[in-house]
Antibody, heavy 121, light 107 residues
Framework: QVQLQESGPGLVKPSETLSLACSVS????????WSWIRQPPGKGLEWIGY???????NYNPSLKSRVTISVDTSKNQFSLKLSSVTAADTAMYYC???????????????WGQGILVTVSS | DIQMTQSPSSLSASIGDRVTITCRAS??????LNWYQQKPGKAPKLLIY???TLQSGVPSRFSGGGSGTDFTLTISSLQPEDFATYYC?????????FGQGTRLEIK
């Protein structure tokens, strides 16, 4: 059973960079896509972007200018950086395994428990 | 971008009821539609993918249907553990937007 675990600071100051990592256990990060998804308190889900284990990425255009997702296959983990954060970036951040195929399209089958990141001075 | 609209936004129902939630895409997405269940304080859980395929371990009282732009999630007989928020998500193209959610509450 694949398990994902987010880690990183729970508090980030405005204008700084949010940095999170997602560790994958119970399976290899190779041969899969991996996504970051966030959820502001009391609101819906927003897909941030994905990375393939080879390093190919795709980001939500609404966040593209501020987002970087990277992968470290030797550590079986991938990471998120979101720059110039504001209070609007306060959210629960989830990492998820991103399944993609021509027959299935995209869905997210395994999720981390999430990490709450608050942007505040 | 493909926008997803769920209805209703909230729903009250009783144990044993049959419940249907609707999701509409702003353009055709074939059957690339997925459903998730989220309970308070927990991560979303995949229920159904490709419109009607039940994820492993999901009870058979859950079913999905539809194609093109209109989709449904049906729970045939509500159980206490089914009270949660449900989200649809289009898997046709990035950005892979989610619907706004449907909160299912106990009547």
């Amino acid at each position: 059973q694949v398990q994902l675990q987010e880690s990183g600071p729970g508090l980030v100051k405005p204008s700084e960079t949010l940095s999170l990592a997602c560790s994958v256990s119970g399976g290899s990060i190779s041969n899969y896509y991996w996504s970051w998804i966030r959820q502001p308190p009391g609101k819906g889900l927003e897909w941030i972007g994905y990375i393939y284990y080879t390093g190919n990425t795709n980001y939500n255009p609404s966040l593209k200018s501020r987002v970087t997702i990277s992968v470290d296959t030797s550590k079986n983990q991938f990471s998120l950086k979101l720059s110039s954060v504001t209070a609007a970036d306060t959210a629960m951040y989830y990492c998820a395994r991103h399944i993609y195929s021509r027959s299935s399209g995209v869905y997210f089958d395994f999720w981390g428990q999430g990490i709450l990141v608050t942007v505040s001075s | 971008d493909i926008q997803m609209t769920q209805s209703p936004s909230s729903l009250s129902a009783s144990i044993g009821d049959r419940v249907t939630i609707t999701c509409r895409a702003s353009q055709s997405i074939s059957t690339y539609l997925n459903w998730y269940q989220q309970k308070p304080g927990k991560a979303p859980k995949l229920l159904i993918y490709v419109a009607s395929t039940l994820q492993s371990g999901v009870p058979s009282r859950f079913s999905g249907g539809g194609s093109g732009t209109d989709f449904t999630l049906t729970i045939s007989s509500l159980q206490p553990e089914d009270f949660a928020t449900y989200y649809c998500q289009q898997g046709f193209t990035t950005p892979n937007f989610f619907g706004q959610g449907t909160r299912l509450e106990i009547k």
